[in-house]
Each structure stands twice: as structure tokens, then as C-alpha cells.
């Protein structure tokens, strides 16, 4: 894993390398940084069909001007004062248009769509991001960078400097904005669960955001007993937009940079060989340079394509400022995680069968004997696992979420709780697969239908004659109180408890702590060995209800495993 420090020397290197000409460096800086101009762009527009030509214009005048960037150090803050640049040029150019309350939202998706969809976010989070549909331009501009921030992509130096005033005023215009995004946040969330008055109010809404309906919401919402009761604890925005990754960008995203008859004049017109010449000359070669998901085409045309079943691209990952671009999704797999990658949609059959990986897990298998120490747990390469949930995620309602991404273990921790509800377990799902999922062992010390008490011999994990039990789907198989699993890529777990109450916990974690709980035995205090799962090779065991796709309802999942 790079430290912050290597990272920011690479990164001098390349910006180096970029400004001397050199074709290949370039192309990394475009695709390494497109990401976080893409984010800073389509936040601060929420998605307006110009968002495209500005990234494209701020990515043009970077590329055309970097020759002039004296301090490499300062790259990312001079190019994300070039996309606000940009933005508000954009909104100086744009024609007033009069409110019309009778016209229908539009139909394409905004950028907080995108977030929610895109990133998975649940609960709070997606609050937080359908709030931004209710602030005005000049706030959803600093909200943009200002989310950056906290989620440790941009540093308040850096802010300040975007937007051309002091730190001090941007702190004062950051708590303005921080005010109405939780008015908004509670515009959202009275909307979710209207009461008759508010359903009266907004009859004749024609469900677009903007500051007359804010106005008028908030004014209802601070009178209403209803809306205004948050049935639940606010979580601080900051505190829930921490560790939510960039939004990736759009499958087949294209910028073209090709450079003007402008600056060829100018480089041609010259009598020394400078900068923009170098880069003339170089995007003009016949040879294609193909890097990490974004291709540097002769004419200087960067197409930057990922479909949805492709692993992120490595050189997509930008460098925040609190840690090294090593970890997540763009970590290479190891040896012993080397299947072959997902079939695109345009793959043969024969393709898409070589493709997958791992045995099914759907049937129900018999417990070890509690005396039986496990076999050897193979270790598989691990450069760590990020989660929007943070390093300890709780989830005890129907809908709740969590996106792990990164190269690494992970545990899942089940908590069933028939004395509150008793039924049929609908069991979580694994959806929006990038990448490969093995599960690698159970353990936690006991099976979930292992006994639990010593003076009521009904009571299992599952549930007792007093309280009801919960019952599993036919062929599942049966969990253990601890479920390991090894992720390269990124995944979305949802729990789809409706039928009986169970909650999950998730923490990302590594091979020495897995290995501690499943060879530790009745020796130990523990009720049994754990059991190993995985092979070390690609034949190692993917966890039930797992998909690539990403529906609506995680729970339609069909209930097998299925790639």
C-alpha cells in the first residue's frame, strides 16, 4: 500500500512527465483525475445535460495549460478551481428561465439519482443526497466541493481556493450551506411519510425541487407536529457523507480532447520546441495508448469506457487527502484469485460460462464435529476493504445497505432475534457485483442451530419453543453466529428482513483475525471449531443470493447463487 507521501510523489512524477510531453503520463492524469472532476461537476449541476461539455471544457484547458502549472503539489487544487471556473461560466452564459409550476420534473436522472443508485447509499445517506435537489445553484456549488471534503477527497485549503476567498469565509459559506442542506434533508424525509395536510399542500407540486417549494415545505414543516417529529436520531451530514466514494463515472464516458487550430498555430508558430508542441505532436501519432480504462486515441480523443460488469479501472482512483489510492476495487487479485474477469454483455455464451467462478452454496450442508479443528485457511492477497458503513456497520431494518469495496476480508455477524418476531427469514442479498466474492469460512464459535442453553434444550440461535423460531428458505444453508467472506472489486449487501427480525453486522477485516476464530475450540470456550471454506483456488464457495445485477428491490434476488 502506498502512504500519502508516495502517492503525492507519483503523482509529481507523472504531472512532470505530462508537462516534458510524454503521451502515456498524460493519459494517466486525465483518467486518474477525470473521476473527481466528473463528481465536483455533476453535483454542483446535479446532473444537467451540460455537465458533459463542462468536465470536457475543464479537462480541455488542464490539458491545455499544464505546461504553465509551476508546483505539481498544487495540480489538484488548480484543476478543481479550473471546473469552478468553469461552472460558474457556465451559469453566467445560461438564459433565466421563469418558474413554470405546471411543467412535469424531467425525465432524465439528476445527479442525486445517480449518487443513491450508483453508490447504493440507504437511510440517512440517500437522504443527505436527494437533499441537494433542494438548494440553490450558488449552494449546490460549494456543497459540491464541500462534500469532497468531508468525505477526504479535497482539503478546506483547497476549498477556499475553488471557490477565490479566505478560509475564514469559507468556513462562514460552508455552515450556510451545511443549515439548508438539513432543511432540505427534513423536506425529504416528510415527504417520504406525508401527512394529510402536507399530501394537501403539494397537490398541485409538479415535483421539482427549487426555492419557492423549499420556502413554503419548511414553513409547513416547522408548524406540523408530524413532519416535523424525525421519528429517528439526525445523524450530522459530515459525519454520513464521510468515506462515500466519488460516483463512478457513467459507462461509456467520453471526452474528447482534441487540441485546437489555436494551439497548434501556436505551437507551430514558435521558433523554440515548447510544451503544447510536445503534446501536438505526441496526441498526433498513429499509435493508440491504452491505459487503465481510458484511451488516448491519435487526435487526442480520451474515451473512457467501463460496462457494468467490469472491475473499476485502476488509474480511476484519485488520491484523497487522507490516504494512498492503493486500496479499493483497482487492487490487482492475486494468484490464487486469478479466474478469468466478468463476460461483458457482448461475450459469447462459451465466454460468459468460462467466466464465472466458485461452486454454489445452495444446498444445506451438515455440521463438523465440534472437536474437529478446521482445515488450513489459505491467504489470499489483501491491501484492505472499504465501507460506506464505516469500520463497524449495523443494520437491523429492511432496506439497510452497505457497499464494500477494495481487496481484502470481510465479516458478517448475524443477530437473530425471534423473541421479537418469529417467522420466515428472507435473506440478505449480495447485488451489483464488481469483481469476485468467495466465502472463505464460518465460524464465530457456534452454528446458528447449535443449542444456546443449558436448561432450555428447544433453544437454538435460531430461535426457541417459547419465542418461535426462524426458518430458513428451503436449500439454504445453514449460517454460523460469524460468516467470512474475500472480496476483490466492490459489492452491495442489503438486509431484506421482513418476515422475522435479524440484523448484520459487517467489519471489514483481515486473514489473522479470521484464522483466530475458527481455530479456536471447545479448548478455548468456544462451542466448536469453525469450518474453512476456501480452497485457494477458484473453486472456492460464492455466498447465496448473490448477483451482478442491481435491482430495485434487493429482495427479488432470486434465492440462489447466481453470477
Known amino acids: 500500500m502506498r502512504t500519502y507521501a508516495e502517492a503525492g510523489r507519483h503523482w509529481r512524477a507523472t504531472i512532470a512527465d505530462a508537462q516534458a510531453g510524454d503521451r502515456r503520463a498524460l493519459d494517466e492524469l486525465v483518467a486518474g483525475w477525470l473521476p473527481l472532476v466528473y463528481n465536483i461537476v455533476g453535483r454542483a449541476l446535479n446532473g444537467h445535460a451540460d455537465v458533459d461539455d463542462v468536465v470536457q471544457e475543464t479537462m480541455l484547458r488542464a490539458v491545455d495549460n499544464i505546461g504553465s502549472l509551476r508546483d505539481p503539489d498544487s495540480f489538484r487544487s488548480w484543476l478543481v478551481a479550473i ?72 482539503t478546506r485549503r483547497e476549498l477556499a481556493a475553488a471557490v477565490g476567498i479566505s478560509r475564514q469565509h469559507a468556513a462562514v459559506r460552508v455552515q450556510r450551506v451545511k443549515e439548508r442542506l438539513e432543511i432540505s434533508r427534513g423536506i425529504v424525509r416528510a415527504l417520504d411519510g406525508a ?11 409538479n415535483g421539482r425541487p427549487d426555492s419557492v417549494w423549499r420556502k413554503r415545505l419548511a414553513r409547513h414543516i416547522r408548524g406540523c407536529g408530524y413532519c416535523g417529529d424525525s421519528r429517528e436520531s439526525v445523524v450530522p451530514a459530515e459525519r454520513l457523507l464521510v468515506g462515500i466514494a466519488l460516483v463512478p463515472l457513467p459507462a461509456g464516458f467520453t471526452i474528447s480532447l482534441a487540441l485546437g487550430g489555436k ?80 463476460a461483458s454483455p457482448s461475450a459469447s455464451a462459451s465466454e460468459r460460462r468460462t467466466a464465472r467462478y466458485g461452486s454454489v452454496v445452495d444446498a444445506v450442508d451438515s455440521a463438523p464435529d465440534p472437536d474437529t479443528p478446521p482445515a488450513a485457511l489459505p491467504e489470499r492477497p489483501a491491501s484492505g476493504v472499504t465501507s460506506s458503513g ?90 454460523w453466529q460469524n460468516e467470512y467472506f474475500y472480496l476483490v472489486g466492490s459489492v452491495t449487501l442489503t438486509v431484506n428482513e421482513r418476515g422475522a427480525d435479524y440484523g448484520l453486522n459487517v467489519f ?56
Not at 439528476?110 to 447509499?121: H, K, N, S, Y
Open 195 to 205: 401527512c394529510p395536510d402536507l399530501r394537501d399542500l403539494t397537490a398541485r407540486w
Open 263 to 342: 494551439t497548434a498555430a501556436a505551437a507551430t508558430g514558435t521558433a523554440s520546441v515548447g510544451w503544447s508542441a510536445k503534446v501536438l505532436t505526441a496526441l498526433t501519432k498513429p499509435a493508440v495508448a491504452v491505459t487503465a480504462g481510458a484511451t488516448l486515441a491519435a487526435g487526442g480523443a480520451y474515451v473512457v469506457v467501463q460496462t457494468p460488469d467490469d472491475p473499476p479501472a485502476r488509474a480511476a482512483v484519485v488520491p484523497t487527502a487522507a490516504s494512498a489510492p492503493a486500496t479499493g476495487p483497482s487492487s490487482a487479485p492475486g494468484p490464487s484469485a486469478s479466474a478469468a474477469p466478468s
Open 83 to 154: 471546473a469552478m471556473r468553469q461552472i460558474r461560466d457556465r451559469a453566467r452564459r445560461r438564459t433565466p428561465q421563469r418558474l413554470d409550476e405546471s411543467l412535469p420534473p424531467a425525465e432524465a436522472a439528476d445527479f442525486a439519482e445517480l449518487t443513491v443508485l450508483r453508490l447504493q447509499l440507504a437511510g440517512q445517506r440517500r437522504e443527505v443526497a436527494e437533499a441537494a435537489r433542494w438548494l440553490d445553484d450558488e449552494d449546490r456549488q460549494l456543497l459540491s466541493l464541500w462534500w469532497l471534503e468531508v468525505a477526504g477527497e479535497l
Open 508 to 563: 471489514p477485516t483481515t486473514w489473522d483475525a479470521v484464522e483466530k476464530d475458527v481455530t479456536s475450540g471447545p479448548g478455548q470456550g468456544s462451542g466448536r471449531y469453525g469450518l474453512v471454506r476456501d480452497t485457494g483456488e477458484d473453486d472456492t464457495p460464492v455466498p447465496q443470493y448473490v448477483t451482478r445485477e442491481t435491482p430495485a428491490d434487493p429482495a427479488t434476488v432470486p434465492q440462489a447463487s447466481r453470477l
Open 390 to 479: 464505516g469500520a463497524h456497520a449495523t443494520m437491523n431494518h429492511r432496506g439497510d445497505g452497505v457497499t464494500l469495496s477494495g481487496q481484502g476480508y470481510v465479516l458478517v455477524r448475524w443477530q437473530i432475534s425471534p423473541q421479537y418476531r418469529s417467522g420466515a427469514l428472507v435473506m440478505p442479498s449480495w447485488t451489483g457485483l464488481k469483481g469476485k466474492l468467495f466465502h472463505v469460512a464460518s465460524g464465530g464459535g457456534r452454528r446458528m442451530d447449535d443449542p444456546v442453553s443449558a436448561t432450555d434444550t428447544t433453544a437454538t440461535g435460531m430461535g426457541s419453543k417459547a419465542t418461535g423460531y426462524i426458518v430458513l428458505p428451503s436449500g439454504t444453508q445453514q449460517m
